[in-house]
């Protein structure tokens, strides 16, 4: 058996690894805990380090606050499996055409598209809005997943991984045995780039479910609001009810921690897939 030995360098790493893990989840900790007390216990100091007994209080302050909470969570989750579903297949379509066609004006068009990733978030919310006008789509979740059923990040994700992961030849042997091409990619490319929609599905569905600018742009209706609006319109002119918002961002953190938990083998494929090569 192996044993590493603890070499000054080594516990400096270590230390430097510990320090970074307790920033990152200090926050979290930090949120289920004041969502288990009350607003003068958070507000005090020092704030409360321990889990408290006030959670059901602050769930009762949420419900009446925000009579439509589960209703929000419903539409986030709703939002969030569109857009991701959406992404997934046009992202592997694109990906799949420009890793494996080779046509006029390709590696011009990829730049193209690489190039939207260099704009703010901020340039399309005026455009987006008079789009979705002009479609009277406002105030509907579809405002929300058919404009965002398609990114850069997502392409360029695709078609770094079927570059690497799948050979021409594959695909030209499916063509001599009378494979169509999108029968080549659905019965050939999808069941290989597992890793790939994996990670890309994870990304898609905690940033739809996380967005808050696109729903305070298109959605009007409190009943059609998803969780992180909901939970911001808490913050009024009043009081704000620290303990209801931890105690409501507690419950909506919970399924992207789940997921997380169940999609992290997949995501450490995907972002080192392709990183080296053979």
């Known amino acids: 058996?192996?044993?590493?030995?603890?070499?000054?360098?080594?516990?400096?790493?270590?230390?430097?690894?510990?320090i970074g893990a307790v920033l990152m989840l200090g926050p979290f900790y930090f949120m289920?805990?004041?969502a288990t007390h009350t607003n003068r216990e958070i507000l005090s100091m020092p704030p409360p380090l321990w889990f408290g007994s006030a959670f059901l209080d602050n769930l009762d302050q949420l419900l009446r606050s925000l009579p439509h909470f589960w209703k929000n969570v419903g539409w986030s989750v709703y939002v969030a499996l569109m857009s991701t579903v959406l992404n997934l297949f046009f992202c592997s379509l694109a990906?799949?055409?420009?890793?494996?066609?080779?046509?006029?004006?390709?590696?011009?068009?990829?730049?193209?598209?690489?190039?939207?990733?260099?704009l703010p978030s901020f340039v399309g919310m005026i455009p987006t809005a008079l789009t979705m006008s002009w479609l009277e789509w406002?105030?509907?979740p579809r405002a929300l997943y058919v404009p965002g059923a398609v990114g850069a990040l997502g392409i360029f994700m695709m078609r770094q991984y079927i570059e690497s992961a799948i050979p021409r030849e594959l695909i030209d042997a499916a063509r001599i045995d009378g494979c169509g091409e999108f029968a080549i990619y659905w019965r050939v490319v999808l069941p290989l780039i597992g890793p790939a929609l994996g990670t890309l599905g994870l990304i898609t569905f905690i940033g739809s479910w996380n967005n808050f600018i696109g729903p305070l742009i298109v959605i009007r209706d409190m009943e059609m609001y998803t969780v992180?609006?909901?939970l911001r319109s808490l913050q009024g002119t009043g009081q704000i009810p620290w303990g209801a918002i931890s105690a409501g961002s507690a419950i909506a953190v919970l399924p992207l921690l789940v997921l997380f938990m169940l999609a992290s083998?997949?995501?450490i494929e995907g972002l080192t897939a392709g990183a080296v090569k053979a």
């Open 1 to 18: 058996m192996l044993v590493t030995a603890l070499t000054p360098q080594r516990l400096i790493a270590y230390g430097i690894v510990a």
């Open 265 to 267: 083998r997949r995501l």
């Open 138 to 140: 406002m105030n509907q």
């Open 228 to 230: 992180p609006l909901a």
């Open 95 to 118: 990906g799949f055409a420009f890793a494996m066609y080779d046509f006029k004006w390709r590696e011009g068009l990829f730049a193209m598209v690489m190039a939207t990733m260099l």
């Open 32 to 34: 289920f805990v004041f």
